[in-house]
């Protein structure tokens, strides 16, 4: 293609930041090492009172714990990268580290998708089907439903990553977002094969994701259908406090991703599209510890029954 400056780059500048005025940097910087400390420690002591407590060796929990650390690697994928880029003037990466990233943001992203609709899967046989609980969520079964999420995750994080760096990038090299995604590097490329390889990205995460969505939105028609025949209101609150958490984490994560997804095309500050971005990557992963940790009751429990109790021991 005559005209292009067809290059074999070999890095990118993540220039997200760099519209901003330089003093609200390190605000912004402390923000998010808070949030995202926050989300670790939060992750962590979920996962470390689930496997002391015995009570908790539950496939609800289990799930729980895959999907803390499939939160976690997703955030340190992006948000050490991006603390960086906040308080430096060179926010140039590789293109080996820009592919590993994006690959890792994909596959624990998905992965995290996949995870929240065998946590559905849970709830749906918990409330509609309760007697054969044991049997349709053995340990064996719960082990596999874990198994091919992070599977799927993989897949489709290969997948992208792969038809993404294939391409040829042309021109500029100052990619307008913080961390390597598909859009602003799609900008870059150049190619009679750029649309289709952008179609083809496109089928497979709105595939993924809207099949994650529907899967778990039928979930929950069977699970209002069948609380809904519980005669008396204790009943119907014990039941829909059984899935109340993974309801509000599942709104939170799609809702946060649809303002992203839905958000009207036309001119807009770049500044805008930076804050919106970090509302999914920064602020679901914080705000799932708490839903789970305030929201679930065993769960909550337990958490003051294991680190008041090795709080008071170390303390004697």
């Known amino acids: 293609m005559p005209g ?17 005025p330089q003093q609200l940097l390190p605000v912004f910087f402390l923000l998010f090492l808070l949030m995202y400390l926050f989300m670790l420690l939060g992750s962590l002591l979920i996962m470390a009172t689930v496997w002391s407590e015995r009570s908790l060796h539950k496939p609800m929990y289990l799930f729980l714990c895959a999907l803390s650390i499939s939160e976690v690697l997703y955030t340190v994928a992006i ?4 603390l960086a880029d906040l308080l430096s003037a060179h926010r140039s990466i590789t293109l080996p580290a820009c592919a590993s990233q994006m690959f890792s943001s994909f596959m624990f992203g998905f992965t995290h998708s996949f995870l929240l609709t ?11 089907h309760p007697l054969r609980y044991h049997v349709l969520m ?22 992208v990553t792969t038809a993404i760096f294939q391409l040829t990038f042309c021109g500029s090299h100052e990619i307008q977002h913080f961390l390597c995604h598909v859009p602003p590097l799609l900008k870059l490329a150049c190619g009679h094969n750029v649309p289709a390889v952008a179609l083809g990205v496109g089928v ?17 028609a069977f699970i209002v259908a069948t609380i809904l025949k519980i005669p008396s209101a204790e009943g119907r609150h014990k039941a829909f406090s059984t899935c109340a958490s993974h309801l509000i984490v ?10 992203i997804c839905l958000k009207p095309k036309g001119p807009h500050s770049q500044e805008g599209d930076t804050l919106t971005a970090t509302t999914y990557t920064v602020l679901t992963p914080f705000l799932s510890p708490i839903i789970f940790s305030l929201r679930n009751k065993e769960l909550k429990v337990a958490l003051k029954k294991t680190f008041l109790g090795k709080l008071r021991s170390s303390g004697t």
């Open 118 to 128: 065998v946590m559905g899967y849970d709830c749906y046989v918990a409330i509609c």
């Open 4 to 20: 292009l400056n067809r290059t074999s780059t070999s890095e990118f500048i993540l220039a997200s930041f760099s519209t901003f």
């Open 204 to 220: 497979v995460c709105i595939t993924a994701q809207l099949g994650c969505f529907l899967l778990i939105l039928l979930s929950y």
């Open 79 to 82: 948000i050490p990268r991006m």
């Open 250 to 259: 599942v709104i939170v994560h799609y809702g946060f991703a649809s303002v």
């Open 138 to 159: 053995s340990p064996r079964g719960c082990a596999c439903l874990v198994g091919w999420s992070w599977a799927g995750g993989f897949t489709v994080g290969m997948v």
